[in-house]
């Protein structure tokens, strides 16, 4: 078992309407998830939650994008940008948090991905990897240095943030059944292959809960 202490968090990636069943960028069994995710809000002393929160014709979606399709990757300044189906809307249903979440003990709500110009998968840093959202000053000012990752999806949101917390100076920890991914052109394989290389650990929530 993990003991918990003070210091330790619990981040949780947009557990969002669009990226579970039914939504407009669903992410396979996305809500399965939701009863483990809220026993686990319970166990920790520090709750922090992500919302992707798009501007009307953002970058990363394909309709921004004539003559491209979702799923395919696009040129942007900032490297290569996977286009997706137009999600997470701000003000919309699809980008409110899901109804089965009990966020009731999420001390802060970090929202990511509303410059129209940068898409922004980690809750540390848009995808230029350079311009900060501000959580790692907060973590540090909180005095929080060990995190653990769950929600959605494991291969992209999850991913760039444990990486980004890792290289901020952060111990990342991720609850891998506390997560569900889209396995896109094999990047769960890559998201693994991405955590050994970075040692940061994938456990199973039973190393926290007693069920």
């Given amino acids: 078992m993990i003991a918990l202490t003070p210091n330790d968090a619990l981040l949780l990636i947009d557990m969002q309407n669009d990226f579970c069943p039914g939504g407009a960028l669903p992410v396979p069994e996305g809500d399965a998830i939701l009863p483990l995710v809220n026993r686990l809000t319970r166990r920790f002393e520090h709750v922090l939650l992500t919302q992707d929160w798009h501007p009307a014709g953002h970058i990363s979606f394909a309709s921004a994008h004539p003559g491209h399709n979702p799923y395919e990757t ?80 494991y291969d992209f949101c999850v991913r760039a943030s444990a990486i980004d917390g890792k290289n901020l100076g952060f111990e990342t920890i991720v609850i891998e059944d506390a997560t569900r991914a889209i396995d896109l052109d094999d990047s769960v394989d890559q998201t693994n292959a991405l955590f050994s290389e970075y040692q940061i650990p994938r456990i199973q929530s039973s190393s926290l809960l007693f069920f």
């Fill in 74 to 153: 696009f040129p942007v300044p900032y490297g290569q940008q996977t286009l997706w189906p137009d999600h997470c809307v701000q003000g919309t249903p699809g980008a409110a948090f899901h109804p089965a979440l009990d966020a009731t003990r999420a001390e802060l709500i970090v929202r990511k991905g509303f410059r129209r110009e940068i898409d922004s998968y980690s809750a540390f840093l848009e995808d230029d990897h350079f311009t900060s959202t501000g959580l790692a000053g907060y973590l540090r000012e909180r005095e929080l240095h060990r995190l653990f990752l769950c929600g959605l999806a």
